[in-house]
């Protein structure tokens, strides 16, 4: 089951979402829900410090091998 959801917005702001729309070959509507789940993605990441660091997408390792590593540039 679906909501409606209506949201009044500028005829300058309405321009820019068609655009956008049109250049991921979407509707207003999907372009608009895709958005509000990146925004809803990127609040959980916000609030939850292991989200945010997995989102980094940093290299990891194995703890003593990273330590190992750490040392021996030490040296």
Known sequence: MSNRLQVLISPRLD????????RNRVSKGEWVRRAIERALADDRI???PLAK?????APTADINEMIEEI???RA
Not at 15 to 22: D, G, I, M, P, Y
Not at 53 to 57: C, K, N, V, W
């Open 15 to 22: 321009a820019r979402l068609h655009k956008a729309a049109q």
């Open 53 to 57: 660091l997995s989102a980094l997408g």
């Open 71 to 73: 040392e021996s540039g």
């Open 46 to 48: 916000a609030d939850d």
